[in-house]
Structures are given as structure tokens and as C-alpha cells.
């Protein structure tokens, strides 16, 4: 599928916009992949997210742990799913990652493509590159 949106920032500085516009942008889908590289931004992005979302949690990358959850001012929770260290999807599915996806919560989810084949069909795709030290270019593409 072809990006619908593509923005390049030059300074992490920028990141607070950029989050604020991607949920403009995100048309009310809850289920977000972040692809990129190791150090592209991933987990900055998804804390400047839920910055703009009202978690007070501290935000940081669900490892070891697979997933994290956080909780917005209003008690809501939001979900953080790295996938990264799972050997295969059943790792994914003794966590239960079906409930988390169909709660109706954010759920942000860093390397989805070890779960291909548990993602919902409906999602908000962000691709992060990273053009050089500082600049890095997203793109934002939806699956219905």
C-alpha cells in the first residue's frame, strides 16, 4: 500500500508535533505498527504519542517484557508492544495480543513483522527512516 502522508523532520525538538499531527491523521485507528530500523525513533515516537494522549507514566520499551501498559490521565490504557525477542507468533498469543488488539485501546506495536499474521486488518502503518543523525522521514500509510 502507498503512504497517504509523509512528513520529514530534522530535530527530535519536532517530535511533540509530529506525534500531535499523526493523531490527527490517524482517523481514529487505535492499532499502530512502527517499522524502522534499531534507533530510527520508534519508542521516542510512541512516548511523544502518549504524551499527547496524558499518560504520566514513564514510557519506554517493552523489551523483555513484550508489553506495557500505560494509563492516560482519564484512566484509559494505552498498550506498547515490542516484539523484537519473540522466536514466533505463539510467543505473541500466550500473551494474549488478540485481546489487547480488539480492547478498542491504543495499541502500538514496535517490530510487527514477527506477528504477521496475528495483526488486525485494520491498522495505522508508520514507517520511520532515518535520513541522518537528526533528520528522519515517516510515513503513514492505512489498512482497512
Known sequence: MQPYFSLTFHSLKEISFVAKLILR?????????????MGAGKTTLVKA????LGVDDTVQSPTYSL???????????????DFYRIKDEAEAM??????YFDSGNFCFIEWP????????????????NLDSENARTLQLSKYE
Open 67 to 81: 508489553v506495557n501498559e500505560y494509563r492516560t490521565f482519564r484512566g484509559e490504557p494505552c498498550y506498547h508492544f
Open 113 to 128: 513483522g514477527k506477528i504477521p499474521n496475528l495483526l488486525p486488518e485494520r491498522y495505522l502503518k508508520i514507517n520511520i
Open 49 to 52: 504519542v502518549c504524551s499527547q
Open 94 to 99: 500466550d500473551i494474549g495480543v488478540e485481546e
Open 25 to 37: 491523521l490517524a482517523d481514529n485507528h487505535k492499532i499502530w505498527v512502527l517499522e524502522g530500523d
